[in-house]
């Protein structure tokens, strides 16, 4: 039983446009949200990550929007460029530290 | 900083043998190590974690006995496949985090690619 959804499973998406990928959870208890990028062969490395009290964080041409109540969050890539092109991987982990994986997006930026 | 660093990146054995993967933080010291497999265009899997002199806590299905996770230090951890399969055959990556973060950050290692003849 998947804790963490996501979707879309996959996005192609036109050089300098913005790439939108959307989770879901279930669990009030927890209580921090990274996202990671993988690479083909290679490990997840962190992208960004937020806590649920705050509602939005940006850093560089990645934001995360954390909606509360909803219990959803999504990662907007703003002027996605053909680098980007990857596997994207929401996450959730409560105070035990342990991380509940979402699907994955692929994503590939067209030149 | 914060480097994972695993070894070996790939590996082939046959059928019945065991390998050991390492997993090694560079520049600080994990308290918390864990196991994940990936399996091809799958998420990540998490396996088992492990504390540092400590007896690691596998996930449910995951059979103990058949993945040996060892934290003897706060810069290594290393998982034992005994008598691989072809159905051992993943991704195995590992990731740590330490007790002072003022985070839950893991972070990740590059991944070993198991293959069982």
């Known amino acids: 039983q998947q804790q963490v959804k996501q979707s879309p499973q996959s996005l192609i998406v036109q050089k300098g446009g913005i790439s939108i990928i959307n989770c879901a959870y279930e669990n009030t208890a927890f209580d921090y949200f990274p996202w990671y990028q993988q690479f083909p062969g290679k490990g997840p490395a962190l992208l960004i990550a937020i806590r649920p009290d705050v509602s939005e964080k940006k850093e560089g041409r990645f934001t995360i929007s954390f909606n509360k109540s909803a219990k959803q969050f999504s990662l907007h890539i703003m002027d996605s460029q053909p680098g980007d092109s990857a596997t994207y991987f929401c996450?959730?982990?409560?105070?035990?530290?342990?991380?509940?994986f979402g699907a994955g997006t692929q994503v590939v930026v067209t030149p | 900083g914060a480097v994972v660093s695993q070894h070996p990146s790939w590996v082939i054995c046959k059928s019945g043998t065991s390998v050991k993967i390492e997993c090694r933080s560079l520049?600080?010291?994990?308290?918390?190590m864990f196991w994940y497999r990936q399996f091809p265009k799958q998420s990540l899997m998490l396996m088992a974690t492990?504390?540092?002199?400590?007896?690691?806590?596998?996930e449910q299905g995951v059979e103990k006995d058949k993945f040996l996770i060892n934290h003897a230090s706060l810069t290594l951890s290393t998982l034992t496949v005994t008598s691989a399969h072809p159905e051992d055959s993943s991704f195995y990556i590992c990731s740590a985090s330490w007790a002072s973060s003022s985070t839950d950050t893991q972070y990740f290692g590059p991944g070993t690619r198991l293959t069982v003849l």
């Open positions: 996450a959730a982990s409560d105070s035990w530290g342990k991380l509940q």
């Open positions: 520049d600080f010291q994990a308290t918390t």
């Open positions: 492990s504390n540092e002199g400590s007896k690691a806590t596998y």
